[in-house]
């Protein structure tokens, strides 16, 4: 099916000086997300095109650089975008690995498209501006339905993962009943034990930022995928799927909806054996749950800051390695008030205090207390160990502690 739509005009391939290289039988297609978002009226990402008709002398002949280490896929000359062999692929073994290809200039844009997910993804552009949907992913995007395109689908475990990023961004949608089934399927025949923590991240990582988390995970685990790989966890509770969307919705960066995820779910979900998540992602869940175990004690001293020990305030702010990371601390404070723990009276009380630990004043501070104690040790040894109450490590925090007792909140 071919449909014309002038909204698409920065999207058409173009036969610049390297396409124009190409044999002229040759056809070149913008395919994929950039179609798909254009259709949604959503900014579009990266361009990717699919070129018909060529062998893999030509596209190196015209100059194009190959990267593919799997398929043949090419880096335009000039704009550096991908431009990739059409192509059919055979299952050879589990996994998303586990595909032979055939990029044979016989294989037609519909055999490539057939091989795609989703039917929204399995549109493509040709260079005179005509759509072509043989697949029928305009009309499921109008209804706003995730269909898979053929059974191939359940070829590739990642495609489970997509799916539920897909909803993420897309949470209005509803997944097509035989979809579900396929998907389920795919997780009962052991298709999804395959899935590498690599790429369970990627995808899963990239659905923690999209709209609505909350969906990915209820995807995920009506589907079966999420027991299948993190080894047998229960369902996610609603208040962490709330906590989630709440963190979208105030724009949390990643790691503090991954911080929020893992702290509700349990530690044991996310060993690094299952989910290779970024360490920093790792640490702020951690101080996230530590600072869970000790919210008692920190908001008792907020509640009643003028008999409040210091040392106990200056403890907390510091744990959190604000000296050399201010933004975690940040974030935490983000991470704590969507979970309900702080409020935002307590959160701003934390950061001004915490000013009193970091800010210039409180470095002036340091760098006099620790001038004295230079002073001093020329004259002979105080002490020695970090411990020690004469060592520099321990003058340079009593230094901290004593500056945040002058702030007028302790007075």
Known sequence: MQRHNP??????????????????SVKIYCVGGAIRDCLLKE??????????????????????????????????????????LARTERKSSKGYKGFTFNVDPSVTLEDDLSRRDLTMN??????????????????????KTFRHVSPAFQEDPVRLLRLARFAARWPDFVIADQTQMLCQSMVASG????LVAERIWQEIGKGL?????????RVLEDTGVWAAITKGAGRVQRKALEHLDRAAEEN????????????????????????????????????????????????????????????????WITATDILRKPERFELLLGCLRVANYLSQDHANTLQG????VVGEAAGN????????????????????GPGHAGSIAEVVRLARIEHLRQSPLFS
């Open 7 to 24: 909204d698409f005009a920065a999207l058409v391939p173009v036969r610049d000086t390297a396409c124009r290289k190409l044999p002229p």
């Open 43 to 84: 900014p579009s990402g990266d361009r990717d095109f699919v070129v018909v008709g060529a062998r893999i002398e030509d596209m190196v002949g015209a100059g194009f650089t190959p990267v593919g280490k799997d398929f043949p896929v090419f880096l335009h000359p000039s704009t550096h975008e991908e431009y990739a």
């Open 122 to 143: 399995a549109i493509a552009l040709d260079e005179s501006g005509q759509l072509i949907d043989p697949f029928r992913g305009i009309d499921d995007l109008h209804a």
């Open 191 to 194: 298709e999804a034990d395959a």
């Open 209 to 217: 930022e999209a709209k609505t988390p909350s969906r990915m995970m």
């Open 252 to 315: 949390l960066p990643a790691e503090g909806r991954y911080a929020l995820l893992i702290h509700n779910a349990g530690v044991d979900c996310f060993e690094p054996a299952l989910f290779k998540a970024p360490k920093s992602h790792q640490a702020l869940a951690s101080l996230l749950t530590q600072s869970f175990l000790t919210r008692d004690s920190l908001i008792d001293a907020l509640d009643h800051i003028t008999a409040a020990s210091p040392e106990l305030i200056f403890n």
């Open 353 to 356: 205090l915490a000013q009193w």
């Open 365 to 384: 501070a340091v760098a006099a207390a620790a001038a004295a104690w230079h002073a001093r040790e020329a004259k002979g040894p105080i002490g020695d």
